[in-house]
């Protein structure tokens, strides 16, 4: 939810300029893939929307659209989704300390299967497709968690060591033929991000440090994975997860529907970064006198030790695509990871993590991020809401967007070349937008 001036000359974008070559990479499931393809696996790379429509929302930026009507509400596009962006690529999955000590277990989403992660006797964590090699049972029910010194699936006990070899198969032990070697749990790749934990469903997609290299020297100074989670809520938002994204990429919203927020940072503050990568981000400014996004502006944590001047006065705000919205504070990392259910449901698990100093004091007291985000959360999220009935409307059709959506463009011009079977990468260099000749700007 950040204010962006749109990009251009006179504007103050950061990062690398735009390497056009990166828009026509071909993309299979966010990795691009050298097997030629058939008429109808290309076809099967598509996605089920007029390819027209994602044209206009590839113009530039001041002539485009938005994405399809259909991307939004048509069920068949969020079963794409689910295969090509959630199942087909790096997506997060949780954060490491849910999964800290050997032994420790756990079955999250992934597209429209799930995946156990484990974490071995030897500090490994390890990602294995939920799926009993015997008759497919699930390892672990999405979501649940155990700690014991093997997998064991629950239907007729086949057992697995943490790294995923067969150990036992009751009826198999002596029999011909069998070979419990080749029947081990299917390993996924899985990486630790900063605390985070991403999964590549497709075990084909390009290493996860490519795709962040540019944002992982923003995060660094934060330090998310030494900060102890202080705050947890988890919403059921009937809306789409692309409008959910979208919403947190302006504030052109904000004086309408966020008082508490345009008190503490002025909403047309913040730039974007203009450094490529599978991301979109920007900052935020505090107003003067304010430590921090609170109810009143003040802290009741410590300031992150890594931080400079210039981190203490801004609130850095990122979208990791396709799940991960990263909100970076002067005094707590607040991280939301959505969950797509259906093209007009979504769970979001948004966690506040604070400096282990500050919640080792006496009396530390969370609340005032917490009680200030799930405000701001909750207008967003009536808000979207909203906006999924209007798009149900038939009439509904692609709306522009102003001169402070220039993220927005960004998220939907990099989801639109992933419907296209393109690589799901936002190029980074300016955005330029041609200069008003109408309605103006709120002021602050």
């Known amino acids: 939810m950040f204010s962006q001036r749109p990009s ?14 990166q828009d026509l990479s071909l993309d299979v499931g966010h990795a691009a893939s050298d097997a030629p393809q058939n008429a109808s696996s290309a076809a099967a790379s598509l996605a089920p929307l007029d390819p027209g429509e994602l044209a206009e929302t590839l113009r530039p930026f001041g002539d485009s659209r938005m994405l399809p009507r259909a991307a939004y509400v048509d069920p068949a596009v969020f079963v794409w989704e689910q295969r090509r962006f959630f199942a087909g690529g790096w997506v997060c999955v949780g954060h490491s300390k849910e999964i800290a000590e050997p032994g420790d277990q756990r079955a999250e989403r992934v597209g429209a299967g ?7 006797k030897d500090g490994v964590l390890r990602a294995f497709a939920n799926t009993c ?5 699930e390892l672990l029910p999405c979501d649940a968690t155990v700690t014991r010194g093997a997998v064991v699936c629950p239907y007729h006990s086949w057992t697995y060591s943490l790294s995923g070899a067969l150990r036992a198969a009751a009826g198999f032990k002596g029999r011909p033929g069998f070979d419990a070697t080749v029947w081990g749990l ?3 790749p ?13 075990g084909r997609a390009e290493p996860l440090a490519e795709s962040l290299c540019a944002l992982t020297a923003l995060v660094a100074p934060y330090e998310p994975e030494r900060l102890v989670t202080a705050g947890r809520h988890e919403y059921s938002v009937a809306a789409n997860w692309k409008i959910l994204t979208e919403n947190y990429h302006e504030c052109y919203h904000c004086p309408m529907i966020h008082p508490e927020l345009c008190r ?19 900052w935020m400014a505090l107003r003067e006198g304010m430590q921090t996004m609170s109810l009143d502006g003040a802290s009741g944590g410590e300031v992150l030790r890594g931080l400079d001047e210039n981190g203490r006065r801004t609130v850095i705000y990122v979208n990791i695509f396709p799940n991960v919205l990263l ?10 990871r959505l969950v797509p259910l259906a093209a007009d449901r979504t769970r979001i698990e948004c966690t506040w993590a604070f400096a282990p100093e500050a919640a080792r004091l006496p009396g530390f007291d969370p609340s005032y991020a917490v009680d200030f985000w799930d405000i701001t959360n909750q207008q967003d999220w009536r808000a979207c809401e909203s906006v999924q009935r209007g798009l149900t409307s038939e009439h509904a059709r692609p709306g522009p967007l102003s001169a402070n959506e220039d993220a ?3 998220f939907v011009t990099m989801v639109a070349r992933g419907h296209l079977g393109q690589r799901v990468w936002n190029p980074g260099g300016p955005v330029t937008a041609p200069a008003s000749g109408g309605a103006g700007r709120e002021e602050e």
């Open 8 to 21: 251009g000359p006179g504007s103050h974008s950061q990062g690398v300029p735009h390497d056009a070559s």
């Open 114 to 120: 799930s995946v156990l992660l484990v974490r071995g």
């Open 133 to 137: 090699r015997h008759r497919g049972h």
């Open 186 to 188: 299917i390993e996924l």
């Open 190 to 202: 899985v990486e630790e991000w900063h605390g985070l934990v991403f999964v590549d469903g497709s």
């Open 264 to 282: 503490v940072s002025p909403p047309q503050s913040g730039e974007n970064y203009a450094a490529p990568g599978a991301w979109v981000g920007g």
């Open 327 to 336: 909100s970076l504070h002067p005094d707590y990392v607040m991280t939301h």
């Open 408 to 410: 927005v463009y960004q």
